[in-house]
T-cell receptor
Framework: AQRVTQPEKLLSVFKGAPVELKCNYSYSGSPELFWYVQYSRQRLQLLLRHISRESIKGFTADLNKGETSFHLKKPFAQEEDSAMYYC???????????FGAGTILRVKS | GAGVSQSPRYKVAKRGQDVALRCDPI?????LFWYQQALGQGPEFLTYFQNEAQLDKSGLPSDRFFAERPEGSVSTLKIQRTQQEDSAVYLCASSSLQVPLYGYTFGSGTRLTVV
């Protein structure tokens, strides 16, 4: 079965501090992993996909198959990073995304 | 269109009433998905279309839920005899076939409240 776990409901950090949003997954094959973000009063939007190994808005995420993790990191948090973040997995077969429950990131000034 | 459009944005239904939720995907996107997001939870998959074919409906919670996409563009999610546990945000997403490269584009959702 495919499962995504985001252990923290809320992560509160000060501006300029490092951020790590945790994501662990359960899947026996080779998954595709994504991070989606939802800013206040906006729609869910794609932030990162592991396949492209990119950095968006200073965020990066590395797929660690040994630890089955895909943690989202940013070295210096900004107030505009405050949002709800969802980790999502797509299996090799089929097209559906399985989402975690989400983590609220609150960046304090 | 420029994005995925969903209507209505808000719907209040009396228990037992039937509702229909509409999704206009991005033009040219062959894949269309419906998700249900309960309060405080992540989106949960309901069903998937590739063009007009419904290839996966494993997430539909009961036979009261029905989705269609007859011409391979606009889709409608219908819920019959609504119950309080159906209260949620219903999200539609579309994508090209290149899912790993481009991900999914989501609409703003329809917030359904069953009273």
């Amino acid at each position: 079965a495919q499962r995504v776990t985001q252990p923290e409901k809320l992560l509160s950090v000060f501006k300029g501090a490092p951020v790590e949003l945790k994501c662990n997954y359960s899947y026996s094959g080779s998954p595709e992993l994504f991070w989606y973000v939802q800013y206040s009063r906006q729609r869910l939007q794609l932030l990162l996909r592991h396949i492209s190994r990119e950095s968006i808005k200073g965020f990066t995420a590395d797929l660690n198959k040994g630890e089955t993790s895909f943690h989202l990191k940013k070295p210096f948090a900004q107030e505009e990073d405050s949002a709800m973040y969802y980790c999502a997995l797509k299996g090799e077969y089929g097209n559906k995304l399985v989402f975690g429950a989400g983590t609220i990131l609150r960046v304090k000034s | 269109g420029a994005g995925v459009s969903q209507s209505p944005r808000y719907k209040v239904a009396k228990r037992g009433q039937d509702v229909a939720l509409r999704c206009d995907p991005i033009s040219g996107h062959v894949s269309l998905f419906w998700y249900q997001q309960a309060l405080g939870q992540g989106p949960e998959f309901l069903t998937y279309f590739q063009n007009e074919a419904q290839l996966d409906k494993s997430g539909l919670p009961s036979d009261r839920f029905f989705a269609e996409r007859p011409e391979g563009s606009v889709s409608t999610l219908k819920i019959q005899r609504t119950q309080q546990e159906d209260s949620a945000v219903y999200l539609c997403a579309s994508s090209s076939l290149q899912v790993p490269l481009y991900g999914y584009t989501f609409g703003s959702g329809t917030r359904l409240t069953v009273v």
